[in-house]
């Protein structure tokens, strides 16, 4: 189908646009959850304890529910998508199967650690699991979103032809999809060392949060070159959207800014800030891929129009996202009010 | 190269595996914030300490089950695309709709939940105990929506079939299947009578070596008030619920009644070997028009056996009759239980029936006997329910064959699933463990001294 120039929002296109604001949530939140697990790896120096405690104490209360935001994005998906999300999970079932695993040993060895044994060994293991696990897991939804981008997942993507490794692993090892993929644990390292550094009143460790933050910026920056150069060969779509559409400049503008703007926060040790511009960046660069990739859900071949549920599961869906967001955000707003509105106000 | 089990095999074991293990966390999920909240409630109401103690403790073991539950549902959700791509594509459209209300019955639920868990001293005690409430309604209702998508497998409607492609979609329609009322019931009062009978028998089996301990009392009547009534109400809605399978699903109930003849007047088959090549059930007790009565209530109702239905559409009678009879026969345990109980607890007061409950000591062994039953029960009834529908996965429209994923190599992430959730099963197992056997014995009169001593620790670490 082609896509109506002009033409007027459609509900499919809006749930689509719902989607990926889910998933931004996702990245935003639960992202830095994964990157707390990063940082809880590199803990090092005379407050390695301090700095794993702060991680502990910061994901503790909110990181089950900032993990909803990522079914809610695929509960949506299969209701208001079907053959898209069925096409997913038949070509990417090797890294969604091993993120999973990576989520379930995440999210148990979070809480066997809080809440089981005190003894330090046991502490350590679990840890060492819990580190691991927030490596691995990102890494592989990253590769898995740099293989949908590749258009390598379509039925008339690079992905056609015969054999296991042609139809179900090719896809999301190609470079391209494995820079996506260290792409996304880098920013998810980076927006947890950003929002560490409000977690605490103590000096010393918001210093040793702001050093990590600065070093993983720069990387976010290198390593999202190095993505956009790979999309050259791997992403052509995808990268034509990027650079050819009316608002790409404004849309590459802004993400520099907030890049520049989260790191001289950072520098100048105005975390708010620093905050603000680091999830900013994040989230623009989130968009400016959904965009990128627009009308297409899957490129080449699945595209939001022609891939969308008959229009009375859209509009019931739509309505339920209404009324779920009149419970939700409230809720949501609680509880960060709770948990979060301390540490940055002393 | 011949593969070791077949792919549509394969996935079928890992889809069992994956949900006989989410169910046990999904129970307590829904089970223990009731609890939780009854024994807070009676601490604001009393200012007994111990209901303190007690709502904080059973909140520390199921933080853990919470976030094991949370992460194979999330596991579950990816799986339905993962092995089922051909279920998905026909279905989503028609029962996304429960799905996506429960995502955020999911969202409200793990929000108060970390309220609840992480905001003991943080927020008021009204708004404590009220962010407790939104768990336990948020629980309940996640547990809803999924079943009714599960009903709606089992008695599809909302929709028309053209030329093998799905048309006419109405997802209401879809929700308000006929399974719905009567499954949704059915498995809301598992969840209360599987925990509330799985914590009664543990404070039981405590009260059995001290049956002084005031925070055993207290839990164990906490826990029978939760799982009392359910388990007493289960078979009726159980009832329901096979008179609703007798009417839209007759293959299942020919196979859980292991029925070979449709006949009038049908007997009630007990126990017994389903023979499938001899098209008889050996060595089983018949109660005669038994079963004609209970699905019907009538006599003479006419049961249509395995005899009206096409030999490869059977599913697998004797997994089906076995399971079901072990679900009535532990059901009937439980609630006999129960009343017995009730019995002994005649028109006596809360703190006088503490006492009366935990000197009967059969009545002690009893419970205990019935800790894992509920648990039992439940996965005993979902492989009747889910074994009884195949050979389809959405009853009469796709086969659960025609929806498996092309992927080849099932085995493997089967193999991988079955060993992790076995690795979490033993340590949730023995964390659960310790959790129980460190719970406090002291006298009530220390209890206070114990009480503020621990309380000053915790507040020294945070
Ligand atoms: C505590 C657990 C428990 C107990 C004591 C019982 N059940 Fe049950 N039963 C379940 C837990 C359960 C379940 C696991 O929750 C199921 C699976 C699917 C469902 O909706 O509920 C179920 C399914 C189920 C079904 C199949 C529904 C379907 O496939 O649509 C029937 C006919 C019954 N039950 C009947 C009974 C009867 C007559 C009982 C008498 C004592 C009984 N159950 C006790
Ligand atoms: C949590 C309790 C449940 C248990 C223990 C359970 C158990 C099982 C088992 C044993 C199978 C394999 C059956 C076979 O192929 O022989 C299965 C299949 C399946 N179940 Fe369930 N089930 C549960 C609830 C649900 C719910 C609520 C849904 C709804 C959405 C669901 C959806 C499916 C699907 C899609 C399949 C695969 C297709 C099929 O085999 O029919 N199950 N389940
Ligand atoms: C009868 C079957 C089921 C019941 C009664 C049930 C109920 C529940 C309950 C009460 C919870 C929250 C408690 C906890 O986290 O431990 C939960 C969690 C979850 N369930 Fe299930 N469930 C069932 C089957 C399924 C199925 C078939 C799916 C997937 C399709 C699923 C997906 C999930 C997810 C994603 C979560 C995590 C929510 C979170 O992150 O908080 N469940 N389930």
Redesign the pocket.
Known sequence: MEPKDGGRVTLAEILAGVIVAALNAYVLLAGADFGGGVWDLFARGPRARAQRELVVQAIGPVWEANHVWLILALVLLFTCFPPVFAQLSIRLHIPFALALIGIVLRGSAFAFRSYGGQRDEVQQRWGGVFAGASIVTPLLLGMAVGAVAAGAVGEGGTGKGEGFVTLYVLPWVSPFAISVGVFALVCFAFLAAVYLTLETTDRALQEDFRRRGLVAGVAVMVTGIVALALSRGGAEAVQRGLLGAPWSLPLHVLTGAAAVGALVGLWRRQWRWARIAAAGEVSLILWGWALGQYPYLIPPDFTIEGSAAPLITLGLAMGAIVLGGAVLFPSLYYLFHVFKGRASEV | MFPPMPDLLAARSQMGVSLGFH?LFAIVGMGMPVLMVLAERRWLATGDEIYHELAQRWGKGTAILFAVGAVSGTVLSFELGLLWPGFMRLAGAVIGMPFSLEGFAFFTEAIFLGIYLYGWGRISRRAHLFAGVLVAVSGALSGIFV?IA??WM?TPTGFEVVGGVITHVDPIAAMANP?AF???L??L??AY??TGLAVAGIHAYMLLRDSTNAFHRRALSIALLVGGPA?VL??I???L??R??ARY?PA?LAA?EAVFETERGAPLVLGGWPDLDARTTRYAIRIPYGLSLLAYHDPHAEIRGLDAIPRDQWPNVPAVHWS?QF??A???Y??VVVLWAGWVLRSRGRREGGRVLAENRRLMWALVVATP??FL??????M??EL??QPWVIYGILRTRDAVTPMPGLIVPFVAFTLLYCFLGVIVAWLLYRQIVRSPTVPEQLWRVVRTGEWSRKTGDA
Request: glycine residues 10%.
């Open positions: 169910i079943v599960n009903a089992n399974a009567a499954q949704t059915h498995m009062l598992a009578a599987a388990a289960q078979p809605s159980g009832d619920a096979a609703q399978v699903q299942k859980m079901f679900m009535v532990l059901g009937t439980m609630a039953m509920g029960a439940t996965e005993a009834g979902w009747t329910t009884g529908r």
